[in-house]
């Protein structure tokens, strides 16, 4: 069972504390540079559409910019795909991944960028984590989201990827860069990160999760029906909602998408994800109030955030 939470101090994410909390707003007569830049790192030859979702979805959250940074194999398609985005074509490995030299044709881009969403499609974890750990010094004070395979990054660092019930450090290893960073980990991807069972990460995801932010100096939003987000400095926020209509392939590339495009528009990137996370469930729960609660297609969520949005930020 959940620990007892009356005993850990934290925030209800609803309609009350989401409109206590409005997100940036840019000018009326405000151009596209004034919402902001973003960049998604991600895709495969395998799963190329995981950036298409993950893009879109910073679209629909507001941001002015976005620009895809992909595999040359796969950039004419997403060129096509979302006219609305700049593509760069990185080199890629022999199975088709990103090839971690590759991080130097962006330093330009990063430094520039004001949210950078890593991961979404990317596959074999060694040469991710070695293409993350190459962009990172050059994101300056970018806010970074780093998803899927990209969070295995925590992982690779032995000494801070140890479990996470030993005392945690007071200086994450993430602190090393000036950027802000987020990992989006479900309870599965957390035992992955950790080495804890998945089921003990269930039992107590509140607590795993504001360790797990002060060991890695990260937010964290540690998915699931019961979703805890945690930022470093201890504070914590839970959401409950959505439905099982959500449990679904790119999801979470949705999910990241939405928070990187609220980080580009110049909310916090702690506000970023907590409005993220309510937006991406209250999309879920329209979709299956119009359609059922299961078979409902991801591609159609993020098309629904402005509309609530909207709603959200109307006293």
Same mark, same amino acid.
């Given at each position: 069972?959940?620990?007892?939470?009356?005993?850990?101090?934290?925030?209800?994410?609803?309609?009350?504390?989401?409109?206590?909390?409005?997100?940036?707003?840019?000018?009326?007569?405000?151009?596209?540079?004034?919402?902001?830049? +973003?960049?998604?790192? %991600?895709?495969? *030859?395998?799963?190329?559409?995981? $950036? !298409? @979702?993950?893009?879109? =979805?910073?679209?629909? &959250?507001?941001?002015?910019?976005?620009?895809?940074?992909?595999?040359?194999?796969?950039?004419?398609?997403?060129?096509?795909?979302?006219?609305?985005?700049?593509?760069?074509?990185?080199?890629?490995?022999?199975?088709?991944?990103?090839?971690?030299?590759?991080?130097?044709?962006?330093?330009?881009?990063?430094?520039?960028?004001?949210?950078?969403?890593?991961?979404?499609?990317?596959?074999?974890?060694?040469?991710?984590?070695?293409?993350?750990?190459?962009?990172?010094?050059?994101?300056?004070?970018?806010?970074?989201?780093?998803?899927?395979?990209?969070?295995?990054?925590?992982?690779?660092?032995?000494?801070?990827?140890?479990?996470?019930?030993?005392? +945690?450090?007071?200086? %994450?290893?993430? *602190?090393?860069?000036?950027?802000? $960073? !987020? @990992?989006?980990?479900? =309870?599965?991807?957390? &035992?992955?990160?950790?080495?804890?069972?998945?089921?003990?990460?269930?039992?107590?995801?509140?607590?795993?999760?504001?360790?797990?932010?002060?060991?890695?100096?990260?937010?964290?939003?540690?998915?699931?029906?019961?979703?805890?987000?945690?930022?470093?400095?201890?504070?914590?926020?839970?959401?409950?909602?959505?439905?099982?209509?959500?449990?679904?392939?790119?999801?979470?590339?949705?999910?990241?998408?939405?928070?990187?495009?609220?980080?580009?528009?110049?909310?916090?990137?702690?506000?970023?994800?907590?409005?993220?996370?309510?937006?991406?469930?209250?999309?879920?729960?329209?979709?299956?109030?119009?359609?059922?609660?299961?078979?409902?297609?991801?591609?159609?969520?993020?098309?629904?955030?402005?509309?609530?949005?909207?709603? !959200?930020?109307?006293?």
């Amino acid at each position: 069972m959940q620990r007892e939470l009356s005993r850990i101090q934290f925030k209800t994410i609803d309609d009350q504390s989401l409109r206590a909390w409005p997100l940036p707003m840019p000018p009326t007569d405000g151009d596209k540079e004034q919402r902001g830049r +973003a960049i998604v790192i %991600g895709g495969s *030859r395998e799963v190329p559409g995981a $950036v !298409l @979702l993950a893009a879109n =979805a910073v679209l629909h &959250a507001g941001a002015g910019k976005v620009t895809l940074a992909v595999g040359a194999s796969i950039a004419p398609q997403l060129a096509l795909a979302i006219p609305e985005s700049r593509v760069i074509a990185l080199p890629e490995t022999e199975a088709g991944a990103i090839a971690p030299e590759s991080a130097q044709i962006l330093e330009s881009v990063l430094s520039r960028a004001d949210s950078i969403l890593i991961g979404p499609g990317m596959q074999h974890e060694e040469s991710v984590c070695a293409f993350v750990e190459k962009a990172l010094p050059m994101a300056g004070g970018a806010k970074i989201i780093l998803d899927a395979s990209a969070m295995a990054l925590v992982r690779s660092q032995p000494q801070y990827a140890q479990r996470l019930e030993e005392t +945690a450090l007071a200086d %994450g290893f993430l *602190r090393r860069y000036a950027a802000q $960073v !987020l @990992l989006t980990p479900h =309870a599965g991807e957390m &035992a992955h990160l950790t080495g804890l069972d998945k089921e003990e990460i269930a039992s107590d995801s509140a607590t795993i999760a504001m360790t797990a932010a002060q060991r890695w100096n990260a937010t964290i939003a540690l998915k699931g029906g019961r979703t805890f987000i945690a930022a470093p400095g201890g504070q914590l926020w839970l959401h409950e909602g959505g439905n099982v209509g959500l449990a679904v392939s790119g999801s979470g590339d949705t999910l990241a998408g939405i928070i990187a495009g609220l980080a580009a528009r110049g909310a916090p990137l702690e506000q970023a994800c907590v409005w993220g996370v309510a937006l991406h469930a209250r999309a879920g729960e329209y979709l299956a109030s119009h359609s059922g609660p299961m078979g409902y297609l991801i591609r159609d969520l993020s098309a629904k955030i402005p509309m609530l949005m909207h709603q !959200l930020s109307t006293p």
